[in-house]
């Protein structure tokens, strides 16, 4: 095998980047796209791991580094929070989403609360703004302390708004291990659904089904994308 994921090519019919594999120097693999029901599941679940994957990186970010600023460190909370939630809200192309009810065992309470935290906040606070939990705020009027001198001398914004997550991020943390493997143990007993049905595949239709795209059209790869 000469090459693995150096190049990829933008398949436009499902707008995906497909990975080249060469055999040698001058020979690519055509693909085809597998689209039988564990197949399916699969991809799903691959695209929820991601998900959690990179939720889990700005929580590893935020814990290691020194220094971010307040709003830079709250703003990427968010986007771990909304990254996070994804994987539990409804997505007509992964068409998989989690269910609270299969995840979280009695005895998992703890990684549970944080995810509750995590939801909530992403429901009331980043997406809709309704909860004073996390962000309250009003026009103050400054009186004349004089009152015989009734007036307003002075009216400004005055806000409470979450601005340190450093108190979640342990937590934080420990949920998306959790979810993680979580993951990787739903992939392995699926796996053997899936294996099932690839091997039943008609390879003459596969091959017939198949595409070849052209080297010229593809793209370099900074860095590989796939996933075994």
Known sequence: MK???TYAYY???????IPIIEVDAETMCPYVIANGKWAVKIAGLHGILRDLQEAQAIVSYLLNTDGVPPIVSVSMFKA???QYARCYTDNSVRRLKLDIRDVFKPEDIKVKLVHNEIMK???DYIAHASDMDYESGAMVLYLDPVESNKQIIKQIYANNKFMDPTHILEESMELCEFMIKYIMTRLEHFGKFYDDEIEKLD??????????PDINDCD?????DLME
């Not at 398949?11 to 980047?17: A, S």
């Not at 390879?203 to 070849?212: E, H």
């Not at 370099?220 to 590989?224: A, D, G, N």
Request: charged residues 30%.
């Open 80 to 82: 771990f929070a909304v």
């Open 220 to 224: 370099i790869l900074f860095e590989s």
């Open 203 to 212: 390879l003459d239709k596969i091959y017939a089904d198949s595409f070849l």
């Open 3 to 5: 090459s693995e994921g």
């Open 11 to 17: 398949d436009e019919r499902y707008n995906l980047q």
């Open 121 to 123: 906040m992403r429901m």
